[in-house]
Structure formats: structure tokens, C-alpha cells
Nanobody, 117 residues
């Protein structure tokens, strides 16, 4: 079983920045990919960024150059630095981990990010 503590969401003006954190507890390996998804009202959940073994990263096109994902393997924590935020970034952001050993995927509880003036 894996549990998460997410933090860092909130209300920010367009052009502002936020840093999301997600601390995972349980059997997490540095080999297990960790990622951030988001879901806006009326839309499907989408992958925003993922970081895998060897710190390889993936970003959805809409956030490239603005968001940066990183992880601290010693603390089983994944971060999402979000800069130059836009109103279309407004969503609930969820962290997740793909536990390669079990084949299971675990999700955080979500944190609201609202970009508005």
C-alpha cells in the first residue's frame, strides 16, 4: 500500500508560479515512475509530467518550458515547479506512482490549482 501527502496548490494570478509537492510512503523504489496528472472540470484527467528511472522526464506539450518535474528518491517525494501559469492550467492536480514490482498504480488525493486574476 502507498499513501501520499500532497501540498502546494492554491490561487495564483496569471504569470505566477506554484510548486507542488507529493510525499509518498510505502514500498517505493527509485525505479518506479512518478508523475503528475490534472483534471479540469468537464475534462478527462491528463498526464502533465512524469519522471522515471535515471531521471528521464516527459511533459505534455502544453506545459513544456514552463513546468519542471523533479524527485527526491531519499524522501520518496516528487515535485512540480509550475511557472508562467495560465488560466487553462486551472485543475485538480494528482500525483501518482507506478509500482513496477506489483504492477499497481497509486494516486494522491489531489490538490487544487486555480489561475485567475
Amino acid at each position: 500500500q502507498v499513501q501520499f501527502v500532497e501540498s502546494g496548490g492554491g490561487l495564483v494570478q496569471p504569470g505566477g508560479s506554484l510548486r507542488l509537492s507529493c510525499a509518498a510512503s510505502g514500498r517505493i523504489s527509485s525505479f518506479d515512475p512518478m508523475g503528475w496528472y490534472r483534471q479540469a472540470p468537464g475534462k478527462q484527467r491528463e498526464l502533465v509530467a512524469r519522471i522515471g528511472f535515471g531521471l528521464s522526464t516527459y511533459y505534455v506539450d502544453s506545459v513544456k518550458g514552463r513546468f519542471t518535474i523533479s524527485r527526491d528518491n531519499a524522501k520518496n517525494t516528487v515535485f512540480l515547479q509550475m511557472n508562467s501559469l495560465k488560466p487553462e492550467d486551472t485543475a485538480v492536480y494528482y500525483c501518482n506512482v507506478q509500482q513496477l514490482g506489483s504492477g499497481l498504480t497509486y494516486w494522491g488525493q489531489g490538490t487544487q490549482v486555480t489561475v485567475s486574476s
